[in-house]
C-alpha cells in the first residue's frame, strides 16, 4: 500500500466550482504539505502543517484554504475554482526535521 | 523570484555515458540541498542530499557536487541508463524561525536513449 494516497486522482470541474482534494498518510509523520506543478514552473508551496493545530501559508496560497483534520489527513479546498488552479497538485509528508519529504502520486486538476 | 533555478528545461544522453543536471540557486542561508526524481503520473522520489557543510555526496551511480562560492550543484549520473530517463528537480531547504520547507527548481527532463 502506498504511504501517501491523494484522491481524486483526476478531475475535471468548473469555473465557480468548489472542489477538495484528499491527502492521507500512513507514515506517521506531523509534516504535511501541498503543491501545485506547473509545466516551467517547478514546484510550488501551497499550504504547510507541522502538526494538526498548525497551518502555514506558502507560496501561493491565494484561492486555496486547507484542514487538517487529523496527522494523517490533509486536505486542499478551491472555493471557487478558476482556470488557472488547471495544475497537478501534489500532497508530501516529512518527519519533524527531516529535509525528506515523501510525496504522494499527484491530482491532476482541470478547471474549464 | 526564483531563488533555485534550473536553466536546462531537458537534457539527452545516450546509455553508458555520462548525464550531468545543473542547479543555480541565490540564498546562501539554504543548509541542505536536495535532488528529486520525478517519472510520468508518479509523485516525486527522493534521489540524494547534500548537506551545505560538503562538498560531494556520492550513492552508487548518483554523485551530487556543491560549489557553495558559485551557489552551484550538480547531479551526476554515471553510467547513465535508461530507466534514468525522468524530470529531475533539485530542491533546497530554507530554515528560518519556525519555517522549515523546500524550495525546488523547475525540474530537467532527462532522457537517455540507447
Known amino acids: 500500500d502506498a504511504d501517501v494516497t491523494q484522491t481524486p486522482r483526476n478531475r475535471i470541474t468548473k469555473t465557480g466550482k468548489r472542489i477538495m482534494l484528499e491527502c492521507s498518510q500512513t507514515?506517521?509523520?506531523?509534516?504535511m504539505y501541498w503543491y501545485r506543478q506547473d509545466p516551467g514552473l517547478g514546484l510550488r508551496l501551497i499550504y504547510y502543517?507541522?502538526?494538526?493545530?498548525?497551518?502555514n501559508k506558502g507560496e501561493i496560497s491565494d484561492g486555496y484554504s486547507v484542514s487538517r483534520q487529523a496527522q494523517a489527513k490533509f486536505s486542499l479546498s478551491l472555493e471557487s475554482a478558476i482556470p488557472n488552479q488547471t495544475a497537478l497538485y501534489f500532497c508530501?509528508?516529512?518527519?519533524?526535521?527531516?529535509?525528506?519529504?515523501?510525496f504522494g502520486p499527484g491530482t491532476r486538476l482541470t478547471v474549464t | 523570484d526564483q531563488q533555485v533555478k534550473q536553466n536546462s528545461p531537458s537534457l539527452s544522453v545516450q546509455e553508458g555515458r555520462i548525464s550531468i543536471l545543473n542547479c543555480d540557486y541565490t540564498?546562501?542561508?539554504?543548509?541542505?540541498f536536495l535532488w528529486y526524481k520525478k517519472y510520468p503520473a508518479e509523485g516525486p522520489t527522493f534521489l540524494i542530499s547534500?548537506?551545505?557543510?560538503?562538498d560531494k555526496n556520492e550513492d552508487g551511480r548518483f554523485t551530487v557536487f556543491l560549489n557553495k562560492s558559485a551557489k552551484h550543484l550538480s547531479l551526476h549520473i554515471v553510467p547513465s541508463q535508461p530507466g534514468d530517463s525522468a524530470v529531475y528537480f533539485c530542491?533546497?531547504?530554507?530554515?528560518?524561525?519556525?519555517?522549515?520547507?523546500?524550495?525546488f527548481g523547475t525540474g530537467t527532463r532527462l532522457q537517455v536513449f540507447p
Open positions: 508530501a509528508t516529512g518527519g519533524a526535521n527531516s529535509y525528506e519529504q515523501y
Open positions: 507514515k506517521g509523520h506531523d509534516r
Open positions: 502543517s507541522f502538526d494538526v493545530k498548525d497551518i
Open positions: 540564498n546562501s542561508m539554504f543548509d541542505y
Open positions: 547534500i548537506s551545505s557543510i560538503k
Open positions: 530542491a533546497a531547504r530554507s530554515l528560518s524561525k519556525n519555517t522549515d520547507k523546500l524550495i
